[in-house]
């Protein structure tokens, strides 16, 4: 039986948790076609600004999130930053009315995910249309 002169190797300790998933996007997947079973709470976005309001400061303080519907891509751009403003605590209607949008392109990626755990979707019969008015929240982050 040989006998090798040369100690053992240390062991290597290895990391073996799951790798973290990659940050979705503030819109990634965001906008869908219509649903006849949403799974969640349903806003109508054509609904009065203040009655979106009383919605969003309710439900971002209560458990699954909800949906969106609107066929307004201008209106879908303002739930987002509606949403936002309602889980920061600030002016729901102002994000409303005028969305700001730089700031909305430099959420960070936790106040990305925070985002998308309440807004679940935006339904739309219209999604080419709505999508296209949601590109102003990723093309504008990569210029």
């Known amino acids: 039986m040989p006998h090798d002169p040369h100690p053992a190797p240390e062991p290597i300790p290895l990391s073996l948790s799951v790798p973290p998933r990659p940050a979705r996007g503030l819109t990634d997947g965001l906008v869908r076609a219509v649903s006849s079973e949403p799974g969640s709470q349903v806003l ?8 979106v309001a009383e919605f969003l400061v309710r439900v971002v303080h209560s458990e699954g999130g909800f949906v969106a519907r609107t066929s307004s891509g201008e209106r879908a751009v303002a739930i987002i930053a509606a949403t936002v403003a309602a889980l920061m605590g600030e002016d729901i209607h102002a994000a409303l009315t005028a969305p700001d949008l730089a700031f909305l392109i430099g959420l960070k990626p936790p106040a990305v995910e925070a985002l998308r755990e309440v ?3 935006i339904e739309t019969d219209d999604q080419a249309g709505v999508n296209a008015a949601l590109a102003v929240l990723t093309t504008a982050a990569r210029q």
Do not use: R
């Not at 109508?44 to 600004?49: G, K, Q, R």
């Open 119 to 121: 807004l679940l979707a």
């Open 44 to 51: 109508d976005l054509d609904a009065s600004d203040t009655s």
